[in-house]
């Protein structure tokens, strides 16, 4: 079942660590993906796109297939640190409603991708160029960061990185990563009481031969 742009909304906010641990440590984007506008949040579903090595011909094609809310996903067979996407393209992408891009390859111009609001995350930043000649292919799954990303799962991206929850379990994890906001919020609160999380979580034992050894 999709999800409303309000649901969607609220899994943005809730980030990805919350949904990750609420969606049984499924599904994280292990890659070192750098955040080209710092503070952006997003959560929609993905529109993948396989590129051939070291070219960009799909990004363009990408354009005319991208629907409004939607989170492009750009892969190559083997990553590399060749940008796959500029300000042109991604101007063009936030002209047709992409609300953001997971790049596993490059991307450059760096300054002007953070200065036009569209919420960018990438493997690399390097000026080198891809070819545009290859085609490739829209729609298919992607492997990316250890995990496969369809075409409609959906992604949540933010400071900490990529999580993507299957489309088929999207209400599911949005539920549970409710929950565990809520359950969280009233830790908080504990925690700023004054309460330590090794008597709330009953780890006092566990570490008492370290404090002691800490002569504490």
Known sequence: MSLSPDELRTLARLGVATVYEASGREGLVDLPLL???PGSRVAGPALTVLCAQN???MVHAAMAAVRPGEVLVFAMPEPAPVALVGELLATQAKAQGAIGMLVDGAVRDAEELSQMGLPVWARYVRARGAERKALGRIGVPL???G???RTGDILVLD???AVVV???RAREVLEAAQARARREEALRLRFQSGELSVDIYGLRGQVAEALARGGR
């Open 55 to 57: 070219d960009n011909l």
């Open 166 to 168: 299957a489309q088929e």
């Open 143 to 145: 492997p990316v960061g």
């Open 147 to 149: 995990v496969l990303i």
């Open 35 to 37: 955040q080209l506008v």
């Open 159 to 161: 400071a900490d990185g």
